[in-house]
């Protein structure tokens, strides 16, 4: 296992620190949390146990600094041998998602060669298009008048409609079919799927809470009747006491010497992360909070560059004509490199 190259004690709340904290946010439910794990303890004698160094587990994948680097800690932390699923959720950023996970899964391919398996992409639509088409053109005619009316606000002018169509809760159940492939192709018996849910996540999002890991873990055991599922985030997680925010993740990165440049937040689909939108907004606070240098090109900057090139264009070509006396009959060949990630 490869040494990091500077040391970061992740951040650890003791059982009622963490309880405390639960209490405290809005979307979680602690009734539900202690009913669920009281179940799986009688059940199973635990509610989430760490698998033993080189267990095949299943990890969910979006090419985002979140999935990247809880991909990275299972391997280098926990020694656990990581099959990577990635979705095809129909959104148009998913193709660079998968650039992301290309690059990462050739630097990981190198640095833990023994602990890789290749990602599997599979189709998971994030909303039905019937419903997806009609919410995004034609939301005049399919929102209750009296919903619209309740959601307008005066002052600014404008209605507010939120969109919930619970996708984060649903996601593991794709990836437990995955690991039910796997047995049949692989031979391999994974009951044990992580994802990379924020202590923040469940802050906006109740599909992303810890009380919601739990329902659907308890969920995805009944209905298999299969209770060796485990369904938890590294990064979010009571059992191991673990509490991470993006910002500690890109320390961790940094103390991995996991480069993040590559990796992929917008919400825009741009080639690049565009830089302005909320979740490009909260990678570049997070680089900021964490004290590290954010390595990422952003659509903005790239245009911003394009525009200083294009300003010096005419001295430069005057620059060329003086230099060559005026003799040079073509126009010079001015090549401009595409700095990509």
Not at 56 to 83: C, F, P, Q
Not at 312 to 320: A, F, G, Q
């Amino acid at each position: 296992m490869l040494k990091c190259s500077r040391r970061f004690l992740m951040p650890r709340l003791s059982r009622n620190k963490f309880t405390k904290l639960l209490k405290e946010r809005p979307f979680e439910n602690i009734t539900v949390i202690n009913l669920i794990e009281g179940f799986l303890r009688k059940k199973r004698g635990c509610v989430i146990r760490i698998p033993n160094k080189g267990t095949n587990i299943i990890h969910l994948v979006s090419g985002g600094i979140d999935s990247i680097v809880t991909w990275a800690m299972l391997m280098e932390k926990y020694g656990l041998r990581v099959h990577p699923i990635s979705l095809k959720t129909g959104q148009k950023r998913h193709i660079y998602e998968l650039e992301s996970l290309k690059f990462y899964s050739g630097y990981f391919k190198k640095k833990y060669p023994k602990l890789f398996v290749e990602p599997f992409d599979i189709t998971y639509l994030s909303s039905p298009p019937e419903i997806a088409s009609r919410m995004r053109y034609d939301i005049e005619n399919n929102v209750h008048p009296q919903i619209l009316k309740e959601k307008y606000d005066p002052e600014t002018n404008t209605i507010r409609i939120t969109r919930k169509y619970l996708f984060p809760a649903f996601v593991p159940f794709p990836a437990a079919r995955c690991a039910l492939f796997f047995d049949m192709q692989r031979n391999l018996k994974m009951r044990t799927i992580s994802m990379s849910v924020l202590p923040s996540d469940g802050l906006y999002n109740e599909s992303q809470t810890l009380t919601a890991l739990r329902g659907t873990m308890l969920g995805l055991c009944t209905f298999t009747n299969d209770y060796r599922w485990q369904i938890f985030s590294p990064c979010f997680e009571r059992e191991l006491g673990s509490i991470m925010t993006k910002s500690d993740l890109i320390k961790l990165a940094e103390a991995y010497r996991l480069p993040l440049g590559h990796t992929y937040s917008c919400f825009r689909a741009t080639p690049r992360n565009c830089g302005t939108c909320l979740a490009c907004e909260v990678r570049r606070r997070a680089f900021t909070e964490a004290g590290v240098k954010d390595p990422t090109i952003y659509e903005e900057d790239n245009r911003s560059f394009f525009k200083l090139i294009q300003k010096n264009l005419v001295p430069l070509k005057e620059k060329i004509h003086k230099v060559t006396g005026g003799r040079s009959r073509k126009k010079p060949r001015i090549i401009i490199k595409d700095y990509t990630y």
